[in-house]
Nanobody
Framework: QVQLVESGGGLVEPGGSASVSCAASGSIFTSRVMGWYRQAPGKQRELVAIIPPNGIKTYSDSVKGRFTISRDYAKNTVDLQMNSLKPEDTAVYYC???????WGQGTQVTVSS
């Protein structure tokens, strides 16, 4: 069974940078779509970025040009580098793997001065 464990995030000032990382256990990391979703208070969970095994990345319009997703097959990790952060990026960020869909426990990113 694949398990996802997130790390990183925290409190960042507007315009700053942060990163979150997801470590995947299990032997089928290489065959799954990996990615990041986020959920802000009172809002639905939304796609941030995904990266399938073919490496073709998809970003939401709200983060395109500011966030970068990457995956490391040697370490079984998927990382999200977040630059030029805005207060509206504040959310719990969840690591995602599919199929079947698996979620990590989430890690908080707060953008505030």
């Amino acid at each position: 069974q694949v398990q996802l464990v997130e790390s990183g995030g925290g409190l960042v000032e507007p315009g700053g940078s942060a990163s979150v990382s997801c470590a995947a256990s299990g032997s089928i990391f290489t065959s799954r779509v990996m990615g990041w979703y986020r959920q802000a208070p009172g809002k639905q969970r939304e796609l941030v970025a995904i990266i399938p095994p073919n490496g073709i990345k998809t970003y939401s319009d709200s983060v395109k040009g500011r966030f970068t997703i990457s995956r490391d097959y040697a370490k079984n990790t998927v990382d999200l580098q977040m630059n030029s952060l805005k207060p509206e990026d504040t959310a719990v960020y969840y690591c995602y793997a599919a199929p079947p869909t698996i979620w990590g426990q989430g890690t908080q990113v707060t953008v505030s001065s």
